[in-house]
């Protein structure tokens, strides 16, 4: 409207921060979004953000499972201890403890009593440790060991006995028999072992790891939290023993 009254049309050119505009790049951002790392435009940074709160998410996912598997874990070594003291106790009420007379049995329910005595913890995993790595020195070189026995105990302790075994006194043939206790183990501590020691086992005898095996080891580190201990040491072992075709494992 001019000041004399009359209509005047004038062509204005659209700016950048009509409303119309802005709706406009911000869905180009976010189709660009999908192709390129990071996109930048009005202030707002895409992509990088996106991908910021996904790990953060992730992060909180992984946290959260390794909560949940070190409550399961506690819960089932509460069981384990009560089930124990049950079945000592006498019709007097009186619990009989007796002491084994083998030192690697004694090392094996001493790390019983650890499990069941000890909230999980650094404290507690050095503990265990320390038992450990006893026993690997006391069964160093050892005669007559009932490997295939004590892999399928019941008691955590006994299964711990022939992972540090076989760590001690690695021998291939038990590549099949050492890789199924380890991925099948309820407890993280044996099962860290039990590749460690097939870790050693296969030390310059990776012909013995087949396939099924190494499928076998694959899923078991899939269903890890990724960064655990037992993760790693699968990843170490394949990268150690590659596939016979020359390719390396994806870890």
Not at 4 to 27: E, F, I, K, S, Y
Not at 155 to 178: E, H, I, K, Q
Request: proline share 6%; hydrophobic share 40%.
């Amino acid at each position: 409207m001019a000041s004399n009254g009359n209509v005047v049309t004038v062509c204005r050119h659209p700016q950048m921060t009509d409303p119309p505009m802005v709706v406009l790049g911000l869905v180009i951002l976010v189709l660009l979004g999908v192709f390129f790392s990071e996109i930048s435009g009005f202030g707002i940074t895409l992509k990088r953000q996106v991908e910021e709160a996904r790990s953060t998410a992730q992060e909180a996912i992984r946290e959260t499972r390794q909560i949940e598997a070190r409550h399961q874990e506690a819960a089932g070594d509460l069981a384990d201890g009560v089930r124990e003291a049950l079945s000592r106790a006498q019709p007097g009420g009186l619990p009989a403890a007796p002491t084994p007379a083998d030192p690697v049995d004694q090392l094996a329910a001493r790390y019983n009593e650890i499990r069941w005595t000890m909230s999980s913890g650094r404290a507690r995993t050095r503990a265990m440790s320390e038992v450990a790595d006893e026993m690997v020195g006391l069964l160093r070189d050892a005669r007559d060991f009932d490997v295939e026995s004590r892999l399928r105990s019941s008691d955590s302790g006994v299964r711990l006995t022939a992972a540090t075994y076989l760590y001690a006194n690695p021998d291939p043939a038990w590549v099949g028999p050492l890789a199924r206790a380890a991925v099948s183990e309820d407890k993280p501590f044996n099962e860290y072992w039990a590749l460690k020691a097939l870790r050693e086992v296969l030390r310059g005898h990776c012909e013995a790891l087949d396939e099924e095996t190494r499928g076998l080891l694959r899923r078991r580190m899939r269903r890890l939290p990724p960064g655990t201990d037992r993760a790693e040491q699968i990843g170490k072992l394949l990268r150690d023993c590659p596939e016979q075709s020359g390719g390396q494992d994806t870890i």
